[in-house]
């Protein structure tokens, strides 16, 4: 039995005839399905691949290589297969999907005359909260096959690596997840749930860095006590060198010793930008940024200078915390980035036997409510969580194994699997597929999925080189794009777009929204197995 693929054009079966796309492909993103948006929607079909086990797409540009490589079932011998077969029964719970296919499994080494087996798993952090478990469900399921006497299973994490596109600083390069604390409030305790949950992931095993991006009022230099309080700078590189404690690297205004600044705010989204894209962080599995309250210019600042992963929002429970908090999650809706938890801190007391809520109770909830945030934690008013932000030494590190201690871990375990699902989801959003020349597009936190034709995202290029700003003349024509085109690399461009490079050289900025409205293909031609 052999796969062949049965011959088509280089264009796919549209919902339009090919004179209504010379129309289409050029209307604004807004008009492009105008005319047939009721029919189309009754009409589209999923577009249906033919089954070959295991998926044939090609990402372009991001790639999730297994170190055994799985080409072809006939070159795979039987021991092999039997190793990958018991492996493929653990599954990821964060991702859904076993951890063969997931490319966890490296270096794999079979003896099978002595009924040896080695390999690693590669997990995508260090602080990955069920690495004990795939360890021992590994050594489990493998020792279980009848010829196998010995495993020997290691473990390890991805190297630290951003995701997005390519553009970013070169201080930022090698960070695998930021992380936005938010309230849009002062007061509510947002450095003392930075700091903390820093040192959380920190404990359990992952690379930490924490950024003060409060210039007016740093509160870093209280909560942690670092051996050098100053920052130094690289005189040859002209980079920031920053200071660390317990072994997370930070970076404030108030190391840099200046203290509070007294200063206009473009000049403090200046001081941000430098402090932030100039310092030498290295390799960070994540970087915990304590945001100012507010969301003015610099808040937008470093939403759009830095890609981030998701934001974690810090409330309390009055009402007017709510009505603050709110403005904070829309920003970071609008501006596409995932929030994955709510603490709501100083929610509550103990005392003689009781449990008191003197603030109230219910904003907290009110915001897992109301934007479907999905996981709340609550941290309660205890004079030693206050004490040790004043003490420079994290209630995390005085007392690891106090309640406040285990719902930071909660909520450390919870960030790093939202993380992973975020990065997993942005990664795979938008991908072509070799095989049947199409994009295939599925955005994050929507079940939908679809496929686009090049040629159809390349026509409706909204930016200045194809469509003049000030009239709205279309400068890019239909007949200018081959209806063969077909794109050399997608990247993930933050949590709202793809950065996709044609062969002519230019760069277009497609965001997910503007994917959304394109003219999808309705049938793609099925691969016909036949008989050898």
Known sequence: MQILRTP???????????????????????????????????KLQRVKLASLGKSVSSVVGITR???????????????????????????????????????????????????EVSFRLELTTPACPIKDMFEQEAN?????????????????????????????????????????????????????????????????????????????GPSLPTMVSPENRLLEMNPEKRTIIPTEYLGVKLVSFGFAGQGRAIMRGPMVSGVIDQLLTTTEWGELDYLVIDMPPGTGDIQLTLCQVVPLTAAVIVTTPQKLAFIDV????????????????????????????????PFGRGSGTQ????????????????????????????????????????????????????????????????????????????????????????????RNDRSAQSVDEWTGEQKLQYTDVPEDIEPEEIRPMGNYAVSITWPDGFNQIAPYDQLQTMERLVSVPELTPVEA
């Open 367 to 458: 915001v897992v409510q109301q934007f479907g945030i999905p996981h709340l934690f609550d941290l309660p008013i205890r004079p030693t969580l206050s004490a040790s932000g004043d003490s420079g030494m994290p209630e995390v590190v005085a007392d690891p194994l106090g309640e406040v201690s285990k719902t930071f871990q909660n909520l450390g375990i919870c960030v790093v699997q939202q993380c992973a699902k975020i990065r997993q989801q942005v990664s795979t959003a938008v991908m072509y597929d070799n095989l049947i020349k199409a994009i295939k597009v599925k955005v994050p936190d929507s079940d939908e999925e679809f496929y686009l034709h090049p040629a159809t995202v390349r």
């Open 65 to 115: 290589a297994t170190s055994v490589e799985v080409g072809a079932s006939s070159s795979i011998g039987t021991a092999e297969r039997d190793v990958l077969k018991a492996l493929s029964q653990i599954i990821d719970p964060d991702f859904g999907t076993d951890i063969v296919s997931c490319g966890f499994v490296k270096d794999l080494h079979i003896d099978e005359a002595q009924g």
């Open 140 to 216: 489990e399921v493998v020792a279980m096959i009848p010829w196998v006497k010995n495993v020997n299973v290691t473990m390890s994490a991805q190297p630290a690596r951003p995701i997005y596109a390519g553009q970013l600083p070169t201080g930022l390069q090698t960070i695998s997840n930021i992380v936005a604390v938010s309230s849009c409030k002062g007061g509510v305790g947002k450095s003392t749930v930075a700091v903390n949950l820093a040192y959380t992931l920190a404990d359990m095993g992952a690379r930490v860095g924490i950024f003060d991006a409060d210039v007016y």
């Open 8 to 42: 088509f054009p280089p264009y796919l079966s549209l919902q339009s005839s090919k004179s209504q796309l010379s129309l289409t492909g050029l209307l604004p993103p807004d008009k492009c399905l105008q005319s047939s948006s009721s029919s189309c929607s009754q």
């Open 326 to 357: 709110a403005k904070g999650v829309r920003m970071f809706s609008k501006l596409k980035v995932p929030c994955v938890a709510v603490v709501e801190n100083m929610c509550h007391f103990d005392a003689d036997g009781k449990r008191y809520y």
